[in-house]
């Protein structure tokens, strides 16, 4: 598949993160976790560690914030969400039925 499948997939994964996102207040501490492990891991690559320390202030910005740019189709919300942290938040099942979901809404149009 394109970047169009990427990039339906990553909103349709941010849209349904958004939606649970504020009552979920340990999706936010998951969030974290996951960027200071991806710093450290992808130290030697300064473009992630910027992305990484952009989503840590959109993440101290609050759950609003992030539901913001989680669901905006913008080039800024695509950017972001491209590196989002939220991986592990929700199930594997979840996230391939998003995937398989998207792959035959596409095929379809």
């Avoid at 905006?72 to 996230?95: H, N, T």
């Amino acid at each position: 598949m394109d970047h169009r499948y990427q990039d339906a997939v990553s909103l349709t994964l941010g849209r349904r993160i958004a939606a649970e996102l504020p009552n979920r207040p340990e999706w936010m501490t998951l969030a974290r976790e996951n960027l200071q492990r991806w710093s450290v891991q992808n130290a030697s690559a300064p473009g992630l560690v910027r992305c990484y320390t952009e989503w840590l202030a959109l993440l101290d910005r609050g759950v609003i914030e992030v539901c913001r740019i989680l669901t905006e189709e913008s080039d800024e919300g695509q950017r972001l969400r491209q590196s989002s942290p939220f991986a592990g938040a929700l199930s594997p099942q979840e996230v391939w039925d998003i995937k398989r979901r998207v792959r035959e809404e596409l095929t379809a149009a």
